[in-house]
């Protein structure tokens, strides 16, 4: 049975770091559910509770990277806070819209339309539009990463500690 748990366990990282590049797919949810399966299927107490502190800490890193990045770059690019607050809505209807294509496409073209309404500039609205681009990317990096951690950091408290 052991066995079978872990290979559940497994299967939800891999489903959650596939998340990552099929946005559509809930990379948090599934994390979580390989180690609520290790905690409660296979050693009910061996995970700290600094071990869920900090997973709590990382989830909520996680999910402020997309807003904090398309807000940063698009700024960064020469984008209004208009088109800041418009890649952040772009980023959650891209989720849904064409995906997983959608989570890039539609930030882009909003930022676009959003700058060009604004102030009719092509080179300009173009600029800030390339700033949702390099936004999902940096997120995208920055979640994989801080994945990469609580996956690392779970497998030594569950194997090691």
């Known amino acids: 049975m052991t066995v079978i ?7 939800a990282f891999v489903v959650a770091f596939i998340g990552l590049i099929k946005p559509i797919i809930p990379s948090l949810p599934f994390l979580w559910i390989g180690f609520l399966i290790y905690q409660f299927g296979i050693h ?14 990382f989830t909520v890193f996680i999910l402020l990277a997309d ?7 698009v700024n960064k690019f020469g984008g209004s806070k208009t088109s800041e607050w418009v890649a ?10 064409f995906p997983p294509f959608g989570i890039i496409i539609i930030p882009f ?15 300009k609205a173009l600029s800030a539009s390339f700033g949702s681009i390099v936004a999902f990317l ?11 951690i609580m996956v690392i950091w779970f497998l030594l408290d569950a194997l090691v500690f």
């Open 109 to 123: 073209v909003a930022v676009f339309v959003v700058e060009m309404i604004q102030e009719p500039n092509f080179t």
């Open 5 to 11: 748990l872990w290979l559940l366990i497994i299967a």
């Open 88 to 97: 952040l809505i772009g980023v959650i209807v891209g989720c849904f819209v």
């Open 138 to 148: 940096a997120s995208t990096v920055a979640q994989a990463l801080i994945m990469v």
């Open 44 to 57: 009910n107490g061996h995970l700290s509770w600094i071990f869920y502190v900090a997973m709590i800490v």
């Open 67 to 73: 807003f904090l990045m398309n807000k940063y770059f």
